[in-house]
């Protein structure tokens, strides 16, 4: 059974920078592309960026281009988003979750496609 496990959220103030990190647990955990996602409070769960199993492809939203930088250390069995220069707008609780399949899509991450899912960690941005 493949685990995630979110960190490093917190509140920030707008402009700061903030690096979430998502350790798995599980035989398969390094074979799989991961996906960060982020849940406002009344709003749909959205795709924010995704890597693949080999770390070598990514790809991001255009809310968060030139902003955020997702990377992996599959020897440590963990993905990071890099987050900074941070606005209100990116107030969320953010997951990261496993593709069933080494590759990212083409397109921004899609929920349905990932079938394991972390708790969240809430991201403030607020003065």
């Known amino acids: 059974q493949l685990q995630l496990v979110e960190s490093g959220g917190g509140l920030v103030q707008p402009g700061g920078s903030l690096r979430l990190s998502c350790a798995a647990s599980?035989?398969?955990?390094?074979?799989?592309?991961i996906g960060w996602f982020r849940q406002a409070p009344g709003k749909e769960r959205e795709g924010v960026s995704c890597i693949t199993n080999s770390g070598g492809r990514s790809n991001y939203a255009d809310s968060v281009k030139g902003r955020f930088t997702i990377s992996r250390d599959n020897a440590k069995n963990t993905v990071y988003l890099q987050m900074t220069s941070l606005k209100p707008e990116d107030t969320a609780v953010y997951y990261c979750?496993?593709?069933?399949?080494?590759?990212?899509?083409?397109?921004?991450?899609?929920?349905?496609?990932?079938?394991?899912w972390g708790q969240g960690t809430q991201v403030t941005v607020s003065s």
């Open positions: 599980g035989f398969t955990g390094n074979y799989r592309a």
């Open positions: 979750a496993a593709r069933a399949g080494p590759y990212c899509s083409v397109s921004v991450p899609r929920p349905p496609e990932y079938d394991f």
